[in-house]
């Protein structure tokens, strides 16, 4: 099994920054390609980035394209999601995922473990 505890959310301004971070425990070689989604209230899940197990490829929608940018340690069995320019509509509870054997892994279904999540508030 593996273990995944977001960190990071917070309140900020549009146009702010944030960085969400995820640890990773337990069965670490597992962890395969990760990603991060996002919930929105009233809304679904929704992907916002995916990053290979080496850490040199990663993937993200148009909506954040440019904005967002995923990193990982695997040393330290972290990942690094770094969001910059938000915008009101990024508010939404973000959660990591790992356990992506797929080819785009920009699918819930292709994940075996999430975290609880972390709530990210935008104000404009």
């Known amino acids: 099994q593996v273990q995944l505890v977001e960190s990071g959310g917070g309140l900020v301004q549009a146009g702010g920054s944030l960085r969400l971070s995820c640890a990773a425990s337990g069965r670490t070689d597992r962890t395969y390609a990760m990603g991060w989604f996002r919930q929105a209230p009233g809304k679904e899940r929704e992907f916002v980035a995916a990053?290979?197990?080496?850490?040199?490829?990663?993937y993200y929608p148009d909506s954040v394209k440019g904005r967002f940018t995923l990193s990982r340690d695997n040393a330290k069995n972290w990942v690094y999601l770094q969001m910059n320019s938000l915008k009101p509509e990024d508010t939404a509870v973000y959660y990591c995922?790992?356990?992506?054997?797929?080819?785009?892994?920009?699918?819930?279904?292709?994940?075996?473990?999430w975290g609880q999540g972390t709530q990210v508030t935008v104000s404009s």
């Open positions: 990053i290979s197990y080496s850490g040199h490829k990663a």
């Open positions: 995922a790992a356990g992506c054997s797929g080819r785009g892994c920009d699918f819930e279904s292709e994940y075996d473990y």
